[in-house]
């Protein structure tokens, strides 16, 4: 299981400024600021409807906030999620329109269309859920500087495995460019503060 918990921490080539608890990062921001912006990542998946999905299109002018999980994840996933959606809620009108979250799938195997739909949604109905072929998926991640899931099997006998993915969401700001990451453990209130910040970023 080291490989597991390895993958659930580590990211890969990136530099940030700020995420400490409660210090703010050069640009205002509670999150770990990239000091090197990326641009947003151009694959198109499949939505859980069935539909393509080409990222930068469909979510164009938008605050984009993009993570790799999967659906089983008894942690990381639906807490990263129920934590985003509690805020969001809580958000007046012209900030949510702005932001969309997306969530692919890490585990395609088991997280069909209707799983993946169904699990989405179950924590905002306007979250986004994403499918895509091992080899689109691997080079995604590669493309935003994570590590490749990998599956590690359990050691109960069962035969069943568990996914080991980087625990971090990116936030796309509306120009389309990546400038902050959001580790595990992130709370609502830090979430609470950045959102409006990434909404209105070069306004």
Same mark, same amino acid.
């Given at each position: 299981m080291k490989r597991l918990a390895l993958l659930t921490?580590?990211?890969l080539g990136w530099s940030c400024s700020g995420g400490e608890q409660g210090e703010l990062s050069p640009g205002g921001f509670l999150g770990a600021e990239l000091t090197t912006?990326?641009?947003?990542?151009d694959f198109t998946f499949t939505d859980s409807k069935g539909a393509p999905y080409r990222l930068v299109d469909r979510t164009a002018g938008q605050?984009?906030?993009?993570?790799?999980?999967? !659906?089983h994840c008894p942690d990381i996933c639906p807490v990263h999620l129920a934590n985003i959606a509690a805020v969001l809620d809580k958000m007046p009108d012209d900030v949510q329109r702005r932001v969309t979250v997306v969530f692919v799938t890490t585990d395609p195997a088991r997280d069909s269309l209707p799983?993946?739909?169904?699990w989405v949604k179950g924590f905002n109905p306007a979250f986004v859920g994403l499918r895509a072929s091992d080899s689109v998926l691997a080079a995604a991640q590669a493309e935003v500087k994570l590590p490749p899931a990998e599956?590690?099997?359990l050691s109960d006998g069962s035969g069943g495995y568990a996914v080991g993915h980087a625990a !971090?969401?990116?936030a796309y700001t509306p120009d389309g460019v990546g400038r902050v990451m959001y580790p595990f453990g992130t709370r609502q209130r830090d979430w609470a503060h950045d959102l409006p910040r990434l909404v209105g970023y070069g306004q």
């Open positions: 921490t580590i990211v912006p990326v641009p947003k990542p605050v984009t906030l993009l993570f790799f999980g999967y !659906t799983v993946l739909d169904k599956r590690d099997t !971090t969401v990116i």
